[in-house]
Nanobody, 118 residues
Framework: QVNLVESGGGLVEAGGSLRLSCAAS????????MGWYRQAPGKQRELVAS???????VYASSVKGRFTISRDNSKNTVYLQMNSLKPEDTSVYSCNALIVEPVTINYWGQGTQVTVSS
């Protein structure tokens, strides 16, 4: 059993910053990939950013240059530093962790609300 616990969401004014954290506990692994997704009301869930165990990153075009993803493999924790936040960043942000061996399993956190006021 793996639990992903997110923290760091909240309310911030446009132009402000927040830092999200996601810590894995339970039967943990070195996850092949960890990342953040978001879903706003009435919209599809989208990838915000992901990072492999080796440190390779992928970002949504809408957040490039503003958000930075990082991870601490020793703590099985992934972070998302969000700067220059915009009202359109308002969403529920969920942590994801992927293992591919011996089987492929995606783990999800419960989500944390980020609200950016204009």
């Amino acid at each position: 059993q793996v639990n992903l616990v997110e923290s760091g969401g909240g309310l911030v004014e446009a132009g402000g910053s927040l830092r999200l954290s996601c810590a894995a506990s339970g039967r943990t692994f070195i996850f092949n990939r960890m990342g953040w997704y978001r879903q706003a009301p009435g919209k599809q869930r989208e990838l915000v950013a992901s990072i492999t165990s080796g440190g390779s990153t992928v970002y949504a075009s809408s957040v490039k240059g503003r958000f930075t993803i990082s991870r601490d493999n020793s703590k099985n924790t992934v972070y998302l530093q969000m700067n220059s936040l915009k009202p359109e960043d308002t969403s529920v942000y969920s942590c994801n962790a992927l293992i591919v061996e011996p089987v492929t399993i995606n783990y999800w956190g419960q989500g944390t609300q980020v609200t950016v006021s204009s």
